[in-house]
């Protein structure tokens, strides 16, 4: 099977952790040309010393360029109550062998998406600023572009207020630059997110898994839900799971099967305490173009399945 050219962006941060589990034990399925971060869950520094250092432990071997320092006109706001200081808890992961790229992400993803015979996805698992600035600065990408499958949103509710999740509440104007851009889009948004959750029973499994890298990955999604359960935002009335937020924008690509969505009319607020808020317009009262596919539902008992699968992939291979 040809393997999908992708670019991942993202802000490591414990789903992102998963996240790049899944997406590397599918190297075989997935041609992983570059991994770019960017500010959020935690500042640039920690999010590209994350990246590095988690890619070098499990063995990849793959550009890490670093992003854009904070949102294109808001200040960083970040989420170290959830992924800790350090933006992996209290797990420690030795000092990354992989360095960091010469190139700063924009310039490495302009130069690797022109560079590509074929359309590149880009994988987007934090705030969209590196992606819009990259649009901004080198509107030329547009047509190589295959997809961006963006984490972030919600049609109903938020996680960082009443109304706005995470990603798209630390970066709004980014948001609606994508929007905006004529690539296709597919949004993993709280609507399906909040569904792709593993019970703390089912995180035991992970441990059964036996290995160093299991035990990690275990100590990783429990101090999440520890955090969780600290944190006065719970995400929905599920406090109780530990929501693998990041994973769905690479599953999707990769087992759409196990999603439902639909193309919707999507806008974003920019100003005043709404500001984040993603307009999912479900039943066409703008009467405007659908811009995103937006996911809402996920077999969470095959997403779970598919999970555990990819860590136990990436401990075989790392043993
Ligand atoms: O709202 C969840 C998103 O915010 C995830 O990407 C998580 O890593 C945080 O960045
Ligand atoms: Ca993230």
Redesign the pocket.
């Known amino acids: 099977m040809k393997r999908l050219p992708i670019i991942i962006d993202?802000?490591?941060?414990?789903?992102?952790a998963m996240?790049l589990t899944y997406a590397f034990a599918h190297d075989d399925m997935l041609d992983i040309r570059l991994v770019t971060t960017c500010s959020?869950?935690i500042s640039q520094s920690k999010t590209n010393y994350n990246a590095r250092a988690f890619l070098s432990y499990i063995g990849a071997d793959v550009e890490v360029a670093r992003g854009l320092e904070h949102p294109i006109f808001r200040e960083l706001e970040v989420?170290e109550d959830?992924?800790g200081e350090s933006g992996f808890g209290n797990v420690q992961f030795p000092a990354p062998t992989l360095a960091e790229s010469n190139r700063p992400a924009i310039t490495a993803m302009l130069e690797t998406i022109m560079a590509s015979n074929e359309k590149v996805t880009i994988v987007a698992?934090?705030?969209l600023t590196n992606v819009a600035a990259l649009l901004l600065a080198h509107p030329e990408v547009k047509p190589k572009i295959e997809r961006i499958s963006w984490?972030?949103g919600a049609a109903v509710g938020g996680?960082?207020s009443p109304t706005t999740?995470?990603?798209?509440?630390?970066d709004p104007h980014a948001v609606e630059i994508v929007f905006r851009s004529g690539i296709p889009i597919v949004m993993s948004g709280?609507d399906v997110?909040h569904k792709a959750y593993v019970t703390p029973d089912e995180a035991k499994r992970i441990l059964d898994i036996g290995t160093e890298f299991a035990e990690k990955s275990y100590q990783l999604v429990t101090f999440y839900l520890d955090m969780m359960k600290k944190t006065p935002f719970h995400?929905g009335n599920y406090d109780e799971v530990l929501?693998f937020?990041?994973v769905c924008?690479v599953m999707y690509l990769l087992k759409p099967d196990l999603f439902e969505g639909q193309d919707c009319y999507v806008e974003v607020a920019l100003e005043g305490n709404t500001a984040g808020t993603t307009v999912v317009d479900y039943t066409n009262k703008t009467g405007k173009t659908p811009n995103v596919h937006v996911l809402h539902t996920v077999k969470r008992e095959e997403f779970v399945g598919e999970f555990m699968e990819s860590v136990r992939t990436i401990s075989d291979r790392m043993n």
């Open positions: 993202t802000d490591p941060g414990i789903d992102d996240m959020g869950n989420a959830i992924h698992t934090g705030p984490m972030g996680n960082m999740e995470f990603n798209a509440h630390v709280l997110t995400e929501h937020h990041d924008a």
